[in-house]
């Protein structure tokens, strides 16, 4: 592991979302990229393709250039090992085309209604209810798809009951009848899940009882009249009709641009999948993988965040539901108008068991038959389960081979924390070593975001479990390599592409990400508190404030959007904090299907994966299943610990009312005579315990008992903390049979010592260095209570990782764990410095001393960006022995080091130094440091010439014609984001530069 640790395979090293602007495809362009980023350590590429950014291109998706290319891509990511995923469907987000017919497309049941006189029925004509729109607004397809939106529905029933007294509506309706879900990633607002209660308010007088309903749905005529008569009184009858959502594939190329298929039902998806992703299996003439397979190529499709909105309906839902429900859900449709049936209680119940039978179906119709087209032809399925999910996030993820989340840029876009907590949770329950996360997603990344602008963030995303980094964006140079920066979606994503100023010396960063990674890959995650999310959906898994350390709230914020559609701060709204970091008990959610795979064994809930729990913690909620009670009783009953308050009914119609006095036996079994609430009790259940009460109850965060609760009880079980320190240092802790992996990562912005806390016995420590792959002994340290203290020094922003693999204790061994470095000489003589030409630097220059390019008095080398090289010679003395070590300072943003000819390293973080002690010599050295800084500077003073960039939507004539640039510019991007008076950024190397020496 070691060996691997050093050199990482190509399974742990990180990938790109691989984009491509509408029609705007060269096949030079293609192998370029690909080659970039296998140079760098980039093995895995999302190809997506979109219109957003670019002018339209030549060509089309789909035709057979377009799929010639691809063929060129599938071939040439063979050549370089770099594995290739396909999306589902044109766009970012769902599966559509223009191949999806209107009646194999997402549907709503809509519905009308008229009050009418028995004696008036002759006369009246029932309209047609109008599609919904949805959140993003109205339906924009092409003038034939709106008009197959506004032409098409299908009749589905009429059903006619005498007009009640009360005008009582069932509150949200839109909601929870899934007419529409917002994302919660973005929307401040949008609920977590939505609430079943117990007791409802009595509405008899806005109730329509079930017995008075009739069904005319057979004497509805053609011109929406109906035939026959009604008994005498006031009337109210309601048409339902099947119509399009409008969702469309998004933000599709204009050729892929159409209908998203019905997420309810295998045809439309079927068709979809053979049309989109079939067609071009075909061109590759594809041969299912196996494990001789190298390891490029066509390996894998991926669903993205879902984006496509709710439905309600498909052709046949009432068969479906009756079959899952067991009763007619007929009689209930005035529900999904937010009318009361019964009574409220049970038009709730209806609703509920509507979401469950939708989630149900995405989860066996839609995704499940992805999954198994996929696999039928050798390939993975990873899925982005969250954002406008109509069910249960964790259900959706659940059917992923690699669970997929999101992590946006601090204060470049949107706080999407929960969806880590999701995908990780599900790898870690079903034993998935490989965690994937859109990275690094941005709005409005000027080229200023760069690796070591994003250390603590990358550390954050590694402690909380993401083991593939999936870059967005990566986007593709078609254009000729003198065209700078290039392509661009706009100010969609970060720039992570072969045309940024530091990509070659990223490579150092995506080592270190490849070695973190891979051993975060080895093993089982190590948790102690399970909970366990609640039946039904929508639902967004969000454990208890408190189970996190605070993370970032002022210095860098997301963003947010008011149900006005206005832009707002997360200091503005009660939103949880950007980084929160897990505390000592570490844990990880759980959704009902997976629970039912679990057991007890040793007190413990264990899955078939491995994973095991100490602790289970039940959501606060007031109904629960007759079927989910049973497991919750069977595994305390075996002898697990549960926290968790009694709940009261179910929440569906289902078995109703029996369902209901089945819970109310259920819950005696396991809590007791509940009529008399203690404040704290722990009851012997079996070989288990449950522990509920009022201190419970009131101190509960987001449905679960929070972190004092929990850490008391494993506490009072024995169980200690897994990691703490008296520093300001997260962690992640996994397990790998007689190796138990830490990483460790200041968080706190500034260098610390501290004493690091293990929960680790009879083993003794050693420093795994990410940055360089070396392995050291650690040894300071001390063992005792099944504990090992360890003393630990961080730089600022820096990272290790602390491996356990050998047995033994600690003894009396003199030494550090971390050498104090001392100065031997300051390296502050006159700098010899080039710049590009090309790029309007000089091309030779005397630095006095190191200075801010910025501040430099020509604007050759103020405005400049790219790379410079500095050189310096100096002498040493002697060498005596021990380590010595270059220090660069301050550099903005990367540098490379060559000493004496030989390259040394890059350094991209704190602390900016790198171990020369095989490169320096006695006598004469010579030094060169390349510099490189950020495409701002040139781009602010490419301002001051004419711009002959993109106007209206189209290329530059000059640039489609092959004609020379009229400007004087150095750059040219399809995003500009700076004026001539932005402020320029500081750049290049700032010292102090000095040699240190160990003692």
């Known amino acids: 592991m070691a060996n691997l640790f050093k050199e990482p395979p190509l399974s742990s090293k990180a990938g790109v979302y691989w984009y491509f602007g509408d029609g705007n495809l060269s096949k030079e362009g293609i192998t370029k990229d690909l080659e970039s980023m296998a140079k760098v350590g980039i093995n895995h590429a999302l190809f997506l393709e979109v219109n957003v950014g670019l002018p339209l291109g030549p060509v089309k998706m789909l035709s057979p250039e377009w799929k010639d290319m691809f063929a060129h891509m599938e071939s040439e990511s063979r050549r370089l090992d770099v594995q290739l995923i396909l999306g589902t469907g044109p766009g970012w987000a769902g599966t559509g085309g223009p191949w999806v017919d209107v009646e194999k497309s997402m549907k709503h049941l809509i519905h009308t209604s008229v009050e009418i006189d028995a004696n008036e029925l002759p006369s009246i004509k029932l309209p047609i209810g109008e599609p919904k729109d949805r959140y993003y607004g109205t339906f924009h397809g092409s003038r034939e798809q709106s008009q197959q939106r506004n032409d098409y529905f299908k009749d589905i029933a009429v059903l006619a009951y005498p007009l009640v007294a009360g005008t009582d509506q069932i509150e949200d309706i839109d909601e929870k009848a899934l007419y529409d879900r917002p994302p919660h990633s973005s929307m401040y607002g949008v609920k977590q899940y939505i609430p079943m209660h117990a007791n409802y308010e009595n509405d008899e007088g806005s109730a329509i009882a079930v017995s008075s309903i009739i069904d005319l749905s057979d004497r509805l005529q053609p011109d929406g009249s109906i035939s026959g008569t009604l008994p005498k009184g006031k009337w109210k009858i ?6 399009t959502t409008g969702a469309i594939s998004s933000p599709a190329p204009v050729a892929g641009s159409g209908f998203e298929t019905d997420k309810l039902d295998t045809v439309g998806i079927s068709h979809h999948m053979d049309h989109f992703v079939g067609q071009l299996l075909k061109q590759i003439n594809f041969k299912p993988r196996n494990e001789k397979s190298p390891y490029g190529g066509l390996t ?32 209930y449709y005035p529900v999904y108008a937010g009318a009361i049936v019964e009574n409220r209680e049970i038009s709730e119940r209806f609703l509920w068991d509507l979401r469950l039978t939708v989630q149900e179906l995405i989860v066996e119709k839609y995704m499940g038959f992805m999954k198994k087209y996929a696999h039928e032809r050798g390939l993975k399925l990873s899925i982005e389960p969250y954002d406008m999910t109509p069910l249960a996030d964790m259900e959706l993820g659940a059917v992923a081979d690699i669970p997929s989340s999101e992590h946006w840029s601090i204060g470049y876009g949107f706080n999407t924390v ?28 000027g080229w200023d975001l760069y690796p070591g602008r994003l250390k603590n963030q990358t550390d954050w995303a590694l402690a909380a479990g993401i083991n593939r980094f999936m870059f967005h964006t990566f986007q593709h140079q078609h254009l000729p390599d003198n065209l700078k920066p290039g392509a661009t979606m706009g100010g969609i994503g970060v720039h992570w592409d072969r045309s940024q100023t530091w990509w070659e010396m990223g490579k150092a960063y995506h080592d270190y990400l490849a070695r973190c990674s891979f051993l975060l890959q080895q093993g089982s995650h190590v948790a102690d508190v399970l909970y366990l999310t609640p039946e039904g959906g929508p639902h967004v898994f969000r454990a208890p404030n408190s189970a996190y350390e605070e993370g970032i709230r002022e210095a860098s914020e997301a963003f947010y959007v008011n149900s006005s559609q206005e832009l707002i701060r997360s200091s503005e709204v009660d939103f949880p904090a950007l980084l929160p970091d897990k505390r000592g008990y570490a844990f990880d959610g759980c959704p009902p299907s997976l629970f039912y795979e ?34 919750i009783k069977e595994l305390i009953n075996d002898g697990v610990t549960a926290v968790g308050l009694p709940p009261q009914k179910s929440p569906s119609l289902m078995d109703y009312p029996s369902a209901d006095q089945e819970i109310a036996s259920l819950v005696e079994d396991i809590w007791g005579d509940v009529s008399l609430i203690p404040s704290y009790e722990k009851r012997s259940v079996g070989k288990g315990f449950i522990i509920w009460g009022t201190e419970v109850a009131k101190n509960t965060e987001n449905l679960y008992a929070n972190y004092a609760t929990t850490s008391a009880i494993l506490a009072s079980k024995g169980v200690k903390e897994d990691f703490t320190a008296d520093g300001t240092i997260r962690y992640a802790h996994r397990n790998s049979g007689n190796y138990d992996i830490y990483f460790l990562s200041n968080r706190s912005g500034k260098p610390t010592n501290s004493i690091c806390t293990f929960r680790v016995d009879g083993k003794i420590p050693e420093l795994w260095d990410p940055m360089t792959g070396r392995v050291k002994d650690l040894k300071v340290f001390e063992s005792a209570d099944g504990m090992v203290k360890v003393p630990i020094n961080l730089d600022s922003d820096e990272s290790l990782f602390v491996v356990f693999r050998n047995s033994g204790t600690s003894t ?14 300051v390296l502050d003589k006159p700098w010899k410095v080039s710049f590009d030409p090309n790029w309007g630097g000089p091309e030779q220059i005397t630095f006095d001393h190191l200075i801010d390019w910025s501040q430099h008095q020509l604007d050759g080398v103020k405005y400049y960006s790219g790379c410079s090289t500095y050189h310096q010679s100096f002498n040493l003395k ?17 540098a490379t080091v060559k000493l004496n000819g030989k390259v040394v390293g890059t350094v991209w973080t704190s602390p900016w130094r790198l171990d020369i002690s095989e490169f320096l010599k006695a006598g004469k050295n ?20 004419e711009y002959d960039g993109v106007k209206n939507g189209r290329w530059p004539d000059w640039l489609t014609n092959g004609q020379p640039r009229p400007s004087k510019r150095y750059t040219f991007s399809t995003y500009a984001p700076y004026g001539k008076d932005t402020e320029l950024h500081k750049s290049g190397l700032l010292g102090p530069v000095r040699i240190l020496k160990s003692q």
Do not use: C
């Open 926 to 945: 010579d030094l060169e440091i390349e510099v490189v800084n950020l495409w701002i500077n040139r781009l602010i003073g490419d301002e001051y010439q």
């Open 418 to 445: 929960f969806s880590i907590a999701q995908a990780t949770s599900l790898a870690h329950l079903k034993g998935q070593p490989i965690v994937s996360s859109e990275s690094f997603t941005a709005l409005h990344d």
């Open 300 to 331: 894998q499709l991926h669903f993205d965040s879902w984006e496509m909105g709710a439905q309600n309906w498909t052709e046949n839902f009432r068969s479906e539901f009756l079959a899952r429900r067991k009763y007619d859900p007929q009689p």
């Open 812 to 825: 009396n061994v003199k030494g550090k764990n971390f050498p104090e470095l001392n100065p031997i000489q």
């Open 598 to 631: 679990s057991k007890a064994e040793n007190g413990r809930v264990v899955f078939p994966s491995g994973a095991s729990y100490e602790l289970l913690v039940l959501p606060a909620t007031e109904t629960i299943t007759p079927r989910m009670l049973s497991k």
């Open 878 to 894: 002697s060498k005596p022995r021990g380590s010595y070590f270059l220090d660069l300072g301050e550099v903005s943003v990367m």
């Open 238 to 243: 309601m048409r339902f009709v099947s119509r």
